[in-house]
C-alpha cells in the first residue's frame, strides 16, 4: 500500500498534544486525575477537548458567512437523527488516528469510549436520518445553513422486548448532560398559544395570547467533511416565564406551584405524543407551532440584524419544509410580516412564497397531516384568519383558471368533507415556490394523486430531489475495512465524490478483489454476531445468509410479508430435508408507534415466530430469526455493513424514497425489493441483473385496486401462502393465545390493503432466485461489488447539491 493510499498516520506531536489537553480537561473541567478516571470521565474529557478544536472553525464558518453577505439555508425538521458525534466529528476533522494514539498512551481505548457515547434520541426513522445527512452534507459542500428542531429530552422511547412484545421506556440520552451542545441565551423567544385577536388603534390585527412559554435555544455544531464549514443544528428547549408560584408553594400546593413549567416541558419530552385523544392532537400541534415559531422569529430575527430590510429576506434566507410538521411556519412567517413590519396581505405572500420551499415525504393520505379546525382556531387563533384568507385568495386563483367545485375542494387549505380540518400539506405546497418529492416514482405519483389538482393549478412547483445518505457515516466510518479496500483498489477520489466509486466496477471481475471483498464482509458479519452474542445471548452463523429488514415498523413496509414468507420456508425445509438449503439468518429491528396496534402485533409476531423455528432442531443451521431491539443509528452502523440482502419489499407506490436501500447497497448488500421508492433509480444505476425486483409495479397495485381486487382468490391460488397463513392465524405461534393473530390475518383476506397475497408468490420466488446467486459464491461477490461500485449516485453531496442549485440559489 502506498502511503497516499493509507489513513493519515498519528503524528507523535500531534497526539502528544492531543494527550496533554484531554489530561489538562480530564482535571480541570471534569475534576479527575488519571488514576481515579472511569470511561464516562475520558469520553466528556475527550468530547471537551475536540470541541475545542470545533469551536475555532465554527465561528470563523460564521464570520466568513457574514462577511460574504451570504444566503443561508434554514432547514425546519421535527427529527433529527444524528446519532453518535464523537467519532463523526474526528473522521472529519482527519483527527481520529491523533486522538486514538493520544489516548492510547493514557492507557484509554477510543473505541470504549465511542461506545458509551449515547444515540442523541432526536428521531424515529428516514425522516429524521435524512435531515441528519442533510446537514452534513450541508457543510461538507461550504454552505452556510442552521437545522431547526426541538431539544427532546425522552426521544420517541427505547424499545424493550418483553416475552415478544414491545414495551415502550423513556430515553435518558440527557441524563448526564450532552457534551456537544451550547445553550444561547440571548437567542429565547416568546411562542404564545390561546387568546383572541382583536384590532388595535390602526386597524390592525392584534393577537393577544392567553398562554406563552419561553423557546430557548441549544447549538450543536455540526462538523463538515475535512472540517471545510461548521454549521449549525438549533434546537429548541421549552421554559416557563414563571417556573415557580411562590404564592401557591407557600400556600401547601407544591406541584400544582410547578404547573406552568412542567406544561412548558411538556412540549420537548416527548417525539410523536400518541395522538388518538384529544389531549394528544393538541400536544403535537402545540410543539409543532412551537418549534415552527421559535425558528421563524429566529430566521426574521437574524435577517433584520444582518440585512436591515425585510424585504430582501427571500434573497438572503432559503427556508425548507422537511414535510408537513413545520408547515405552520408559512402562517407564522405570515403573522410577522404582517403584524411585525406592517405589511399587506399581498407583498408579505409573495415574500413568504419566495422564501419557502417544501419537500413531502409520503403518498399516505392519512400521513398529510390536517388538524381540526377547532382545535387549531382555538390555539392558533390569529393563524387561522391568516390561513382563511390565505385559502381566499388560492380558491379565487383557481376558479380564474377554471377549476369546478370538486377540483375546488381538492385544493382548498380547509377539508370540508371530513369534519372541518386545516390541511398542512396544502399550506405548505401553496406557500412554497418549490415543492419536491425524494425519489422520481414518488414526485411522478404526487403529481397523479394527492397533489393532482395543485399540480393543475401550479404545473412549474413540483420537482423530484431524489434522496441522498452521506457517506462518511454510512461507509468511510461504520465500514473502515471496507473503505481501505477500496482505496487500495481506486485510489481516494471516492473521499470527496463518491461517484468516482464507478472506477470500482471493473474490479468485480477480478477473483482476488472478490476473495478480499467477501472476507472484508465475513469480518463484518463476525463482528455483528459477537456484538448481538453480548447483546441479546443469540448465536448466529456468520457463514449464513444475513438477509434484513431493519425499519420503522408500518404494515406497508410489508415486514408481515417477510415473516409469513419466513414460515413458508420453514414449512418448505421441514418438508424436504433432503433439499440443499441455503442457511439463512433472518435479522429484523425497528419500532412501533406507540399507538399503532398491527405494528406491535408484527414485531410480536416476529418474536413468536423465532422462538418457534430457533428451537426446532430440524431447521438447526439452516434458518434462525431475529429481533433487534431498540433499533437507532449505533444499532444500523453494526448491522449495515454485515449484510447480504437488503429487504427493501413496500407496496408498490407507497414508500416516498427509503434510505436504508442506499446504505446496504453502498456496503456491497444485494437488494431484494419492489419498484417501489429509489429501487427504481438503484436498479437503474446498479443494472438489472445485480437486484431482485418482484411484485406488482405501482400502476398495477393502483389497477388491481380499481378492478376490485380479491385476496380471497390469491390467497386459494397460493398453497405455501395459505398454509402459512392459517398456521398463524391459527395460533401455531401462539400457543398460549390461539386467537392472538386472527384478525391480523383476517385482514388480508377481507381487504389486504397492502398487497400481501397479491406479491408472496413473486416474493417467494424472488427469494429463490436469491438463493441461486448466494450458492454461486463468484457471482454473488460480483453483484455485490456492482452495487457498491454503482450507487455513488445516491450521496447526500449530490441531493444538498440539487437542493443548493434549483432551489435554494446558494453556493
Not at 413540483?462 to 479496500?485: A, D, F, Q, V
Not at 410480536?604 to 434462525?624: C, E, H, Q, S, T
Request: glycine fraction near 6%.
Amino acid at each position: 500500500m502506498t502511503k497516499t493510499l493509507e489513513r493519515r498516520r498519528p503524528d507523535r506531536r500531534s497526539a502528544a498534544r492531543f494527550a496533554a489537553e484531554i489530561v489538562d480537561t480530564l482535571v480541570q473541567r471534569i475534576g479527575k486525575d488519571e488514576r481515579a478516571a472511569k470511561p464516562h470521565d475520558w469520553l466528556a474529557a475527550t468530547v471537551f477537548t475536540i470541541r475545542n478544536q470545533v469551536i475555532e472553525r465554527w465561528m470563523e464558518s460564521t464570520r466568513a458567512a457574514h462577511r460574504a453577505g451570504a444566503k443561508r439555508v434554514y432547514y425546519l425538521s421535527l427529527e433529527f437523527l444524528i446519532g453518535r458525534l464523537l467519532r463523526d466529528t474526528l473522521s472529519n476533522l482527519s483527527a481520529e488516528g491523533d486522538v486514538k494514539a493520544a489516548l492510547e498512551s493514557l492507557g484509554v481505548d477510543l473505541a470504549e469510549i465511542e461506545a458509551i457515547e449515547p444515540d442523541a434520541a432526536l428521531g424515529n426513522g428516514g425522516l429524521g436520518r435524512l435531515a441528519a445527512c442533510f446537514m452534513e452534507s450541508l457543510a461538507s459542500l461550504g454552505l452556510p445553513a442552521y437545522g431547526y428542531g426541538i431539544r427532546y429530552v425522552n426521544g420517541m422511547f427505547r424499545q424493550h422486548i418483553e416475552d415478544g412484545w414491545q414495551v415502550e421506556l423513556p430515553e435518558t440520552w440527557l441524563d448526564y448532560g450532552n457534551h456537544w451542545e451550547f445553550e444561547r441565551r440571548e437567542s429565547a423567544y416568546h411562542v404564545g398559544f390561546g387568546g383572541e385577536v382583536m384590532p388595535d388603534a390602526d386597524g390592525r390585527q392584534c393577537w393577544k395570547p392567553a398562554e406563552r412559554v419561553i423557546a430557548m435555544a441549544v447549538d450543536t455544531p455540526v462538523v463538515g467533511w475535512r472540517g471545510k464549514r461548521v454549521n449549525t443544528l438549533r434546537l429548541w428547549e421549552a421554559r416557563a416565564i414563571e417556573p415557580i408560584r411562590l404564592d401557591a408553594f407557600n400556600a401547601g400546593d407544591h406541584v400544582g406551584a410547578l404547573s406552568s413549567q412542567m406544561r412548558a416541558e411538556t412540549l420537548t419530552r416527548i417525539l410523536y405524543p400518541a395522538d388518538e385523544t384529544p389531549a394528544g392532537q393538541e400536544l403535537r400541534l402545540r410543539q409543532e407551532y412551537f418549534f415552527s415559531s421559535a425558528s421563524i422569529q429566529d430566521i426574521v430575527r437574524r435577517h433584520v440584524q444582518y440585512d436591515g430590510d425585510i424585504r430582501t429576506l427571500p434573497d438572503k434566507a432559503a427556508i425548507q419544509l422537511n414535510d408537513t410538521h413545520p408547515a405552520v411556519s408559512v402562517a407564522e412567517l405570515m403573522r410577522l410580516l404582517m403584524g411585525e413590519f406592517d405589511l399587506g396581505f399581498e407583498e408579505a405572500w409573495d415574500i413568504c412564497r419566495r422564501t419557502f420551499g417544501y419537500t413531502n415525504h409520503t403518498l399516505l393520505p392519512e400521513a398529510l397531516e390536517a388538524w381540526p379546525l377547532p382545535l387549531f382556531e382555538r390555539l392558533l387563533p390569529r393563524h387561522m384568519q391568516i390561513i382563511y384568507t390565505i385559502n381566499a385568495a388560492l380558491l379565487r386563483e383557481a376558479r380564474d383558471k377554471g377549476f369546478e367545485d370538486g377540483s375546488l375542494r381538492a385544493v382548498s387549505l380547509i377539508d370540508e368533507e371530513d369534519g372541518r380540518r386545516v390541511r398542512m400539506a396544502n399550506l405548505a405546497f401553496a406557500g412554497s415556490h418549490s415543492v419536491n418529492g425524494v425519489a422520481a416514482l414518488h414526485t411522478h405519483l404526487m403529481k397523479e394523486t394527492v397533489f393532482a389538482d395543485l399540480h393543475r393549478l401550479w404545473p412549474d412547483r413540483i420537482n423530484n430531489k431524489t434522496n441522498g445518505i452521506t457517506p462518511r457515516r454510512w461507509l468511510m466510518e461504520c465500514n473502515p475495512e471496507l473503505t481501505t479496500l477500496i482505496r487500495e483498489a481506486i485510489g481516494d477520489a471516492f473521499m470527496d465524490d463518491l461517484e468516482a466509486l464507478e472506477a470500482l466496477a471493473p474490479f468485480a471481475d477480478d477473483s482476488a478483489f472478490r476473495e478480499r471483498f467477501m472476507a472484508v464482509k465475513r469480518a463484518n458479519k463476525q463482528a455483528l454476531a459477537d456484538w448481538l452474542r453480548g447483546r441479546i445471548d443469540i448465536r448466529i452463523d456468520p457463514d449464513a445468509l444475513f438477509d434484513v429488514q431493519i425499519k420503522r415498523i408500518h404494515e406497508y413496509k410489508r415486514q408481515l410479508l417477510n415473516i409469513v414468507e419466513t414460515v413458508a420456508l420453514y414449512d418448505r425445509i421441514r418438508l424436504h430435508p433432503e433439499k440443499d438449503w441455503v442457511p439463512r439468518v433472518k435479522l429484523f429491528a425497528g419500532k412501533a408507534a406507540p399507538s399503532y396496534h398491527n405494528a406491535k402485533l408484527i414485531i410480536k409476531l416476529a418474536n413468536d415466530v423465532a422462538r418457534r423455528i430457533n428451537a426446532d432442531p430440524a431447521v438447526a443451521g439452516l434458518l434462525k430469526i431475529v429481533f433487534v431491539p431498540n433499533y437507532n443509528v449505533s444499532a444500523a452502523e453494526r448491522i449495515v455493513p454485515a449484510a447480504d440482502l437488503s429487504e427493501q419489499i413496500s407496496t408498490a407506490g407507497m414508500e416516498a424514497s427509503g434510505t436504508g436501500n442506499m446504505k446496504f447497497a453502498l456496503n456491497g448488500a444485494v437488494t431484494i425489493g419492489t419498484l417501489d421508492g429509489a429501487n427504481v433509480e438503484i436498479r437503474d444505476r446498479v443494472g438489472a441483473d445485480n437486484i431482485v425486483i418482484f411484485g406488482l409495479t405501482a400502476e398495477e397495485v393502483a389497477a388491481r385496486k380499481a378492478a376490485g381486487y380479491d385476496p380471497r382468490a390469491a390467497i386459494a391460488a397460493s398453497p405455501e401462502l395459505e398454509s402459512a397463513l392459517t398456521a398463524i392465524a391459527t395460533g401455531v405461534f401462539s400457543p398460549d393465545d390461539r386467537a392472538r393473530y386472527a384478525r391480523l390475518i383476517g385482514g388480508i383476506y377481507e381487504a389486504d390493503p397492502f398487497m400481501l397475497a397479491a406479491d408472496f408468490d413473486a416474493y417467494a420466488s424472488a427469494q429463490n432466485e436469491v438463493d441461486r446467486l448466494w450458492r454461486d459464491p463468484a457471482a454473488w461477490a460480483a453483484t455485490a461489488i456492482r452495487n457498491t461500485a454503482h450507487v455513488g449516485w445516491f450521496s447526500s453531496d449530490r441531493t444538498i447539491g440539487d437542493y443548493a442549485r434549483e432551489i435554494w440559489g446558494v453556493g
